[in-house]
């Protein structure tokens, strides 16, 4: 998919971000300078999306390195760890967001140059190589993802998953347009994904732009859909995976998997081996964020609801690992029992990014 920039890059000395929550009304990046803005609009959802967050808050660290006023290596030290601590804070499901800054701490923490300018550098490029990583990942799950859906699919997707949630491409989303561009005819039901739209708001505009068919759906339409066999395969991303399987992402996954289940639908999970917790044994310890009462009460500032109406919101569910067919990451798609093969994935997966470092260490 042609895309002007990336979600989340680096200019200038800032973090910069497309501003999602005004999409798909106006296109805006916004440049961040501080840690705290950067841990702000990762809170705000200026940007979302578990491997969007994970980028975003690598640069974040190295922004943090940026403007420490610290001249030795261990007052640069000591500001990364507290700017991980706010980076990490500002939201608790996504387990990209704390992977992608224990990274860039442990890199700060082991890496070769010694005066703090060149731990510096070191740390953008380190921010760099995830964001491209990410990409790349993602071209690598979009691959083996389309080899499990047919030509002239139904595919139904939750949430966004596309070039908006990554750095670029996207996960679930993007099986969809790496099949689309092997000439497979796909065609999308999006769901709308209350409280914040993200379907609405986000996919149907990726999805538009690029020529990939599709319907917008209310969410409680996808039943129905499922019934009456309009729909060949459910698949979506995921915010943090747990060892055994089970997996967490934007509230509603869990309701359109048994769905599927009882009516024979394929579901499918994609996402990079950086979602996968291995320090979670199961989807009950996985921590759930919850948001404000204004995302259920209001839709763009208007009220839907009578004044003080008691909410509660849930911003993800935990599906458990039996209603998943498949999990695809960058290293292959993953099937039950997914404790075996999601920890051969994320073994692979560590040993090519070891690789990775070695090699642009070289080059350094
Ligand atoms: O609250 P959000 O918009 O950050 O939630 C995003 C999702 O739930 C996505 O499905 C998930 O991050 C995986 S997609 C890359």
Redesign the pocket.
């Known amino acids: 998919m042609a895309r002007a920039t990336r979600t989340v890059f680096w200019e200038n000395h800032k973090v910069m971000l497309i501003d999602?929550r005004l999409l798909p009304g106006q296109f805006v990046v916004t440049g961040f300078d501080s840690v705290a803005t950067v841990a702000a609009a990762i809170r705000d959802?200026v940007v979302?999306?578990?491997?969007?967050?994970g980028a975003t808050g690598a640069y974040g660290m190295a922004l943090a390195a940026h403007v420490s006023p610290a001249t030795d290596r261990d007052g640069l030290l000591r500001d990364l760890r507290e700017a991980k601590a706010m980076l990490d804070a500002a939201?608790p499901?996504?387990v990209?967001l704390s992977w992608a800054t224990a990274r860039m701490v442990e890199l700060a923490e082991h890496t070769a140059p010694s005066n703090d300018d060149g731990l510096r550098r070191a740390l953008l490029a380190e921010a760099d190589a995830i964001a491209d990583e990410d990409v790349a990942i993602n071209r690598r799950m979009g691959f083996y993802g389309a080899e499990l859906i047919q030509d002239g699919a139904n595919v139904l997707h939750?949430?966004?998953?596309?070039a908006l949630?990554?750095v670029d491409f996207?996960?679930?989303?993007g099986v969809i347009y790496a099949c689309a561009e092997q000439g497979k005819r796909i065609h999308v039901w999006v769901d709308e994904?209350r409280p914040?739209l993200?379907g609405a708001r986000?996919t149907a505009w990726e999805l538009m732009r690029a020529g990939i068919p599709m319907h917008l759906i209310a969410d409680n339409a996808a039943g129905h859909l499922m019934r009456t066999g309009q729909v060949d395969a459910v698949i979506?991303?995921?915010?943090r995976v747990a060892a055994n399987g089970d997996v967490a992402?934007?509230?509603g996954?869990y309701k359109l998997a048994v769905v599927a289940r009882e009516n024979a639908i394929p579901v499918y999970a994609?996402?990079p081996t950086s979602?996968v917790d291995l320090d979670v044994a199961d989807g009950d310890q996985i921590p759930i964020?919850e948001?404000g009462a204004e995302e259920v009460t209001h839709i763009d500032g208007v009220v839907i609801a009578p004044l003080g109406a008691p909410v509660y919101n849930p911003?993800?569910d935990v599906t458990p690992h039996r209603y998943l067919t498949a999990i695809v990451t960058e290293e292959g798609v993953c099937y039950p029992p997914f404790d075996a093969s999601l920890r051969r994935a994320k073994v692979t997966a560590e040993a090519r990014v070891h690789e990775n470092r070695l090699q642009r260490d070289k080059k350094l």
Request: glycine share 10%; aromatic share 4%.
């Open positions: 999602q959802m979302r999306g578990a491997p969007a967050i939201r499901t996504a990209n939750h949430c966004n998953t596309g949630a990554t996207g996960t679930a989303l994904t914040r993200q986000l979506f991303g995921a915010d992402n934007k509230i996954t994609v996402a979602t964020e948001r911003a993800f």
